[in-house]
């Protein structure tokens, strides 16, 4: 049985009123409504996001975007003789922050935008959002409402989507999608375009995501590739970069829970880095609640494996080095797993929050290292 469409409510000119809600994480809809326009302060704003009351905009569009980045300088501005929480551990310094990115996402997530059936946003200097929000949510049905802090997420990924994202060892552009995680960290594609190629007759990837890994395989000569990604998001993203590049030859692309049937000499996974509990959809590619992915690839791969097979395993240790995961349960679960490690390459990451000093997670990322494991049966 389906669950009842969400369903948002307030008053306005002493009626009550209700629309759909809409929030891709899975939010429920605010129980406390106000409605808002161009003269309420920040402050109020604040105060009232901060308690809990979401806030329905009435006023120019515009202005909802400027008083939701007052918002944002306002809890990024560190309270005047306000003691702050210092993390005495790795772990505990992760904790904290993720803590504090919920809690601003929380607040942020306050200020509301309404939609026309047609997508059409019914406010003042409103931009035509009608392409963006089809390829996020797909054609429209009913008006609704959601987060002016989500409609920005869908039209800065239509941009990705539009513009793309350059793969120096790709020598071409990947096109994300919204809700498919951006292949922005490049360096672990250097790996892969550097590891020596057990065969190039046929490779499995596992969790394809944008389709970034195939077609990069596909580039060095692997004659065929089976794709696969529980996400029909990501299995459409994959599916655009695969046609745009023109490797529809190559690249097959499945439905499924990590493992195509059969078997490949070659089987390729970049699985979630951190063993966490993801706050929205696309945080899935970073966060592993238990490192489930990672635990279930290393414990079917052997299954899927030929005899003298590589199973190329792409991760980083940002987490051992956040205390989240042992030094030693990587190695145990590889060895659990009837696999041994046949190699091993490194390389530190490049993205710009590994030399940030003010990063809360500064002392753990600037020890990070980002390896391609090469493993192989026993």
């Not at 292949?183 to 389709?211: C, H, M, Q, W």
């Not at 046609?243 to 030859?249: A, D, S």
């Not at 080095?321 to 590889?334: A, F, K, N, P, V």
Request: hydrophobic residues 40%; charged residues 25%; positive net charge.
């Amino acid at each position: 049985m389906n669950s009842p469409t969400p369903q948002l409510q307030w008053t306005e000119n002493d009626e009550v009123r209700s629309c759909r809600w809409h929030a891709e994480n899975g939010a429920p809809p605010p129980k406390r409504v106000q409605i808002a326009d161009d003269r309420m302060s920040t402050e109020v704003a604040y105060k009232l996001a901060c308690e809990g009351t979401a806030l329905l905009w009435r006023g120019d569009f515009q202005n909802a975007k400027q008083l939701l980045q007052a918002l944002a300088r306002r809890i990024d501005k560190k309270p005047a003789g306000k003691k702050k929480n210092v993390a005495t551990t790795a772990a505990e310094a992760f904790h904290l922050h993720r803590q504090a990115q919920s809690q601003r996402a929380r607040v942020l997530a306050m200020v509301l935008i309404p939609f026309e059936v047609d997508y059409r946003i019914p406010l003042r200097r409103a931009p035509d959002v009608v392409t963006a929000c089809t390829e996020a949510y797909g054609a429209p049905d009913t008006a609704f409402v959601t987060s002016l802090r989500e409609l920005l997420g869908i039209i800065g990924a239509h941009e990705w989507r539009k513009n793309g994202v350059n793969i120096a060892p790709l020598g071409a552009k990947i096109h994300p999608h919204y809700g498919v995680f951006s292949p922005v960290r490049g360096e672990y594609l250097d790996l892969l375009a550097k590891a020596p190629l057990p065969s190039n007759e046929l490779a499995f990837d596992i969790g394809t995501g944008t389709g970034v890994v195939s077609a990069l395989l596909a580039k060095r000569g692997v004659r065929k590739i089976i794709a696969t990604d529980l996400d029909p998001r990501a299995l459409r993203c994959a599916s655009d970069n695969v046609e745009r590049l023109g490797l529809t030859t190559q690249v097959e692309l499945q439905q499924t829970d990590l493992f195509p049937e059969g078997k490949a000499p070659l089987i390729v996974c970049n699985p979630p880095w951190l063993p966490a509990r993801p706050n929205s959809a696309i945080e899935h590619a970073i966060y592993d609640p238990e490192s489930r992915m990672l635990r279930g690839f290393l414990a079917g791969v052997a299954d899927h494996l030929e005899a003298n097979g590589e199973a190329w395993l792409i991760m980083s240790d940002f987490a051992e080095h956040l205390g989240l995961r042992t030094q030693t349960e990587l190695w145990d679960w590889i060895s659990a797993a009837g696999l041994i490690v046949a190699g091993k390459m490194d390389i530190k990451p490049r993205h710009p929050k590994s030399t940030d000093s003010n990063d809360p997670l500064h002392t753990a990322r600037v020890k990070e290292v980002t390896s391609l494991w090469r493993l192989k049966i026993k």
